[in-house]
């Protein structure tokens, strides 16, 4: 345990942030799935909406540094792939 009262402070402050991380990134995941999902069932117009919101709270995550800015991208970049590709089918 640390000894000095800021220390202990920063130690606190550092698992209130590990543990909203964690979360975000949880949510990230499952927003990803639920899309995944509304892919496989080609329902295009509910995946152009999902996509808007995944694509915001993934920006939004790697501008609060949760995820680096390269990930985001990727990630992104991913998913709108993969929903260009359905609609191209």
Do not use: W
């Amino acid at each position: 345990m640390p000894i000095k009262k800021s220390s202990y402070k920063a130690l606190r402050k550092s698992k209130i942030k590990h543990l909203k991380n964690i979360a975000t990134k949880s949510a990230l995941k499952t927003l990803t799935k639920d899309f995944e999902k509304l892919l496989a069932g080609k329902k295009l117009d509910e995946a152009k909406k999902e996509l808007r919101v995944i694509v915001s709270k993934i920006g939004r995550a790697a501008s609060k540094g949760v995820i680096k800015k390269n990930t985001s991208s990727r990630k992104i970049s991913r998913l709108m792939k993969k929903l260009s590709a359905l609609a191209k089918t």
